[in-house]
């Protein structure tokens, strides 16, 4: 099994820490749907600000908050829970070069509709089409990796470590701690 990515700096180790908090709660679309805008939000600030553009974060960000709100309350009002036995129609799904089921087109026009299990369907059209087949994509992707991390049965390699506990604490001065040294260099103190 390959190996997670790991993060580039403590902001991102922050970051995946309180998703990673957040999932261990996370019940409905709307709480998961919150955990992936702050993943995608924190992802276009890095971006930008790394091509030195940091201050148009909020600008290049509005029209898809927009989008995202309208998809979150779909979602929440459809009232159904997230399942990986969702279908989906509408987009043509291809492998991206490293084999995953990433890249999607719109040869019918920009739709998605999403069918539960019972049937029941979601629809959405233009740029809100993206935010939501973007969202489902991460969650699935996510939601498997985190039951592989939860499973009882599966050896455990990783744990999670419940926020602002000692260990938790104890943990973060730790990874501070090292992150500091890695950029001071071997045998910083």
């Not at 997670?4 to 957040?22: F, G, I, Y």
């Not at 553009?53 to 459809?78: C, K, Q």
């Not at 492998?95 to 019972?118: A, C, K, L, N, T």
Request: charged share 30%.
């Amino acid at each position: 099994m390959p190996e997670a990515p790991k993060p580039d700096s403590l902001d991102e180790a922050v970051l995946m820490e309180r998703v990673h908090a957040k999932a261990a709660t996370a019940r409905d679309p709307g709480e998961w749907f919150d955990i992936y805008t702050e993943i995608v939000e924190m992802g276009v600030k890095k971006t930008l600000e790394s091509a030195g553009e940091g201050h148009l974060v909020l600008e290049r960000l509005a029209p898809r908050r927009r989008d995202a709100a309208a998809v979150r309350r779909d979602f929440i009002a459809h009232g159904l829970p997230l399942s990986e036995g969702i279908d989906c129609e509408g987009p043509e799904v291809t492998r991206d070069p490293e084999g995953h089921m990433s890249q999607y087109s719109f040869p019918r026009g920009m739709w998605v509709r999403f069918i539960w299990p019972d049937h029941s369907k979601l629809e959405f059209r233009g740029s809100k089409a993206i935010v939501a087949i973007g969202f489902i994509q991460w969650w699935v992707g996510f939601h498997q990796h985190y039951k592989k991390l939860t499973d009882p049965s599966a050896p455990q390699k990783k744990r999670i470590i419940e926020p602002h506990t000692a260990e938790w604490n104890s943990y973060m001065r730790a990874k501070a701690l090292d992150q500091s040294r890695q950029i001071k260099g071997p045998g910083a103190t």
